[in-house]
């Protein structure tokens, strides 16, 4: 597979689950293409509308802390090669390769829908969480706006939210989140996976460089923000060495607590992963495949609820072990961190309210 420069999955795989053919040769010029013309060219990134009936999305897994969410963009630029939405676009009728990376689309109605939503007579007030399938501060929320526009709304209802992002671009938005933060209405996490600029510029070749994301958990801490971090996924002979020293540095940038999961590679996401390894990593990426299925009882992914974030086997224990003394040595874990769901109120709508 070919290295495609600013973009972490090698090709496009096809999804047979939602009739995604993939293309087979048949003897016509694009067979030749690559051989002829060279290299695949940069691709660029396009952008198409969403227009849904409904934003808020609903979970009862039993293993995800929150029952809401809301996602303001399907596909994600930042490329991350191991991200499990990654199957998503296969709805589209797209690859979970580069397709997802670079076809995307954007809910421009998002915060229009929410504040209907918040308005209903019914609605029962839980968090929201937003980054939980694609990256909310990706880089085309710089042109579109949805995440700011749905914080907006959060503020005016006083609604609890839940932020995870791997991007610094959620600085933008700080305004909106220290007025949340001073009624204890929002929590904020962000992925640092690696802190080798090597290893973070092929596993996601699009997000921002990990000294930008620690400097922002760092402004948020100062803004009174509660901010934790995550490293995930953590992935055998990959970045499992780091573990120690980036848990050091995020509680040294005033994260509040430090989590992690181990690598999952569901449905389409398998295959890509192992291309990318082979074009990245040649030297080890039997061993890596190989410690994965370890911790994933003997097959490339475990769906099942529990051991699908934590893993099994002697490899899984010893992470866990390792990463409960990081977070210990660096006094992480002390508080829960939470939000407060009793001040909300629905949104004005034509008529103001009396009080």
């Not at 399907?74 to 690859?95: K, M, Q, W």
């Not at 749905?150 to 610094?168: A, G, N, Q, Y």
């Not at 948020?220 to 934790?228: D, H, K, N, Y």
């Not at 970045?239 to 590679?265: F, P």
Request: overall charge positive.
């Amino acid at each position: 597979m070919a290295n495609i420069p600013g973009r972490g999955a090698t090709h496009n795989q096809a999804s047979s689950r939602f009739n995604l053919a993939a293309r087979e040769a048949d003897g016509d010029w694009l067979d030749a293409a690559q051989a002829i013309d060279g290299p695949a060219q940069k691709l660029r990134t396009s952008v198409s509308l969403i227009t849904p009936r409904t934003i808020i999305s609903r979970n009862a897994s039993p293993d995800i802390a929150f029952s809401q969410s809301i996602n303001a963009y399907a596909g994600c630029e930042h490329g991350c090669i191991y991200c499990f939405a990654r199957p998503t676009h296969a709805y589209h009728d797209l690859s979970p390769g580069l397709d997802f990376e670079t076809r995307l689309f954007a809910k421009p109605d998002a915060a229009t829908l929410l504040r209907k939503e918040l308005s209903h007579r019914n609605y029962s007030v839980s968090p929201i969480a937003m980054g939980t399938n694609t990256d909310p501060y990706q880089p085309i929320e710089k042109d579109w706006e949805v995440t700011r526009q749905l914080l907006e709304v959060m503020v005016e209802c006083r609604h609890p939210v839940f932020i995870t992002t791997k991007s610094d671009r959620i600085l933008r938005d700080i305004d909106l989140l220290a007025d949340l933060a001073r009624d204890n209405l929002v929590a904020v996490m962000i992925s640092v996976t690696s802190l080798d600029p090597k290893v973070a510029r092929t596993l996601e070749p699009r997000a921002p460089h990990p000294e930008r994301r620690i400097a922002a958990i760092n402004r948020l801490a100062e803004a009174g923000v509660p901010v934790s971090a995550n490293m995930s996924p953590i992935i055998p002979a990959i970045n499992d060495h780091e573990i120690e020293q980036v848990v050091a540095r995020l509680a040294m940038a005033g994260a509040q607590d430090v989590n992690y999961i181990l690598v999952r590679l569901p449905h389409e996401v398998a295959p890509l992963f192992r291309a990318w390894l082979e074009t990245h990593y040649p030297d080890r990426a039997a061993k890596v495949m190989a410690m994965i299925r370890d911790i994933r009882g003997g097959r490339d992914n475990d769906p099942d609820f529990g051991s699908r974030m934590r893993g099994q086997g002697v490899w899984a224990d010893l992470t866990r072990t390792r990463f409960i003394k990081a977070r210990r040595k660096a006094n992480l874990g002390q508080a829960r961190i939470s939000v407060r769901t009793d001040l909300f109120r629905p949104p004005e709508g034509a008529q103001m309210r009396l009080f």
